[in-house]
């Protein structure tokens, strides 16, 4: 059962990612401006803040089946609400509704994820998990620069919401998941502690770096390298495949504390140093750096979620890994919002500057932030 939700997270994350990558590009076709585009942006970003907690407490006490399938087919349809709209102020109202939806689904599937105990290997469990994260969007970015290319933007988001809603159909046979009584104390007990604060300060500078992708990357593919919207994504998705590469050479090595944090860190360097050095006038320099940029990603997506799974107990995680969903979301809006100005004022180069600067500094946070574990320790036995 627990494998079906791999076909759910490759479905959702191949149609979500590429709908929002093409997205500044089809709205500065609608005429729209780079501080718009980036409330709107910030729209998306702005749903996890308030729906994380509170999805995450109902994982934890009540039915996760019904959440993510009420989630999917909202997303479904909220892709064919972004195909209908025209103004930005009633496309930032849409976007939150992308942004609930998929907020639900990622606190949701995380949380199922969590709470499964059939794989004794962390590092195989999370390496395989991520994988499936992040196979989806390569997949996206060619299919839908080909849809978008022949087709159009609109007719991308008519089939994205069929293939989002068929993925409801991998839910059967979910929903005899056990679940608890948590108090609201227990939450407070378990965030406001020095190891689970200074995580989360880790986790918010890690996610505004990703407020560059949901505005500028496009864009400045196209104006850095004259690239179109097929060739933008087909660049994109080729050096995404270095997520999934390096979540899957992460799911064979054994658990080893130790050399999770050195490696998580490193990680972070390199998505830091790629992020920076990807801003050059040729497009094939800039796609080596790019390919180091995703595999300092694809580092780090497997080992903080293993993280956060021996940070809190099994039943409580839903709630406790909502907040730290929370943090990075408001990471992610603030990436957005400055960002986007930056870049649509002062040159679209700039954002990868600086979002790089603050990655490579985050590692060296990181020190503090991720103490040593010891391989005896277990502070959250979920896997």
């Not at 930056?342 to 603050?358: D, T």
Request: proline share 4%; with cysteine.
């Amino acid at each position: 059962m627990i494998r079906r939700v791999h076909i759910i997270n490759f479905v959702r994350k191949l149609t979500l990612t590429t709908v929002l990558f093409l997205a500044p590009l089809h709205f500065l076709k609608l005429g729209f401006s780079g501080l718009e585009i980036g409330l709107i942006v910030s729209c998306f970003s702005f749903a996890p803040i308030v729906f994380s907690f509170p999805t995450g407490w109902m994982n934890d006490r009540l039915s996760m089946k019904k959440i993510i399938l009420t989630a999917l087919l909202a997303q479904g349809l909220s892709f064919i609400l972004v195909s209908l709209t025209r103004g930005a102020g009633l496309m930032a109202f849409v976007f939150l509704l992308v942004g609930i939806a998929n907020n639900a689904l990622d606190v949701s599937t995380n949380s199922l994820y969590y709470k499964d105990d059939t794989e004794p290997n962390p590092n195989c469990k999370y390496g395989v998990y991520n994988f499936w994260l992040a196979a989806g969007p390569p997949v996206g970015f060619v299919v839908g620069g080909l849809l978008t290319l022949y087709s159009g933007y609109r007719t991308l988001l008519a089939v994205f919401a069929v293939l989002v809603s068929l993925a409801a159909l991998a839910l059967r046979g979910f929903g005899r998941e056990k679940f608890s009584l948590v108090k609201m104390r227990e939450y407070r007990s378990n965030f406001f502690q020095k190891r689970t604060l200074a995580f989360s300060a880790f986790l918010f500078v890690l996610a505004v770096h990703w407020g560059v992708e949901g505005t500028v990357y496009g864009p400045f593919l196209r104006t850095r390298f004259g690239l179109n919207d097929f060739q933008g994504a087909l660049y994109m998705a080729l050096a995404y495949l270095g997520i999934p590469s390096m979540s899957l050479v992460l799911s064979r090595l054994p658990f080893d504390p130790a050399r999770n944090r050195r490696l998580l860190l490193l990680g972070m360097a390199f998505s830091g140093a790629g992020l920076l050095l990807m801003v050059q006038s040729d497009v094939r320099l800039s796609f080596v750096f790019r390919v180091v940029h995703e595999c300092g990603d694809g580092m780090m997506g497997a080992l903080v979620l293993l993280a956060i799974s021996r940070l809190f107990e099994k039943r409580t995680i839903g709630g406790s890994s909502g907040l730290l969903t929370t943090i990075q979301t408001a990471g992610l809006m603030t990436g957005a919002v400055t960002f986007s100005s930056i870049g649509f004022r002062s040159g679209l180069q700039y954002p990868f500057y600086i979002a790089g600067a603050l990655l490579l500094a985050n590692a060296i946070f990181g020190l503090y932030a991720l103490p040593p574990e010891r391989r005896s320790e277990n502070p959250a036995p979920l896997a």
